[in-house]
Nanobody
């Protein structure tokens, strides 16, 4: 059984930074996708960053240049470093995963089949 457990988040001032982590367990495949999504009140879940564990990350335009995701293969933890935060980054952030045979990872949230419980990030001006 795949489990994803997020940590980090909280409240931060605009212009500040925050770091999220997602610990994954239960995978038996060699290759899988992991990603970050977020959901603000009244809005649809949107992608933030996705990557295959043996590939390079891709970022949504709204976070490109400010957010960085990385995967610690030894510990099987996905990190999301968020810098230059603004109020529009306020949302509940979710970690997601899906086993794959290649390096393609969709940025459409319904493609993903494993989700963490989510962690709130609130940015105040």
């Amino acid at each position: 059984q795949v489990q994803l457990v997020e940590s980090g988040g909280g409240s931060v001032q605009a212009g500040g930074s925050a770091r999220l982590s997602c610990a994954a367990s239960g995978y038996s495949e060699d290759s899988y996708c992991m990603g970050w999504f977020r959901e603000a009140p009244g809005k649809e879940r949107e992608w933030v960053a996705v990557m295959a564990t043996n590939g390079d990350p891709e970022y949504a335009d709204s976070v490109k240049g400010r957010f960085t995701t990385s995967h610690d293969n030894a510990k099987n933890i996905l990190h999301l470093q968020m810098d230059s935060l603004n109020v529009y980054d306020t949302a509940k952030y979710y970690c997601a995963a899906r086993a794959v045979s290649g390096r393609y990872c969709s940025n459409f949230w319904k493609w993903w089949n494993y989700w963490g419980q989510g962690t709130q990030v609130t940015v105040s001006s």
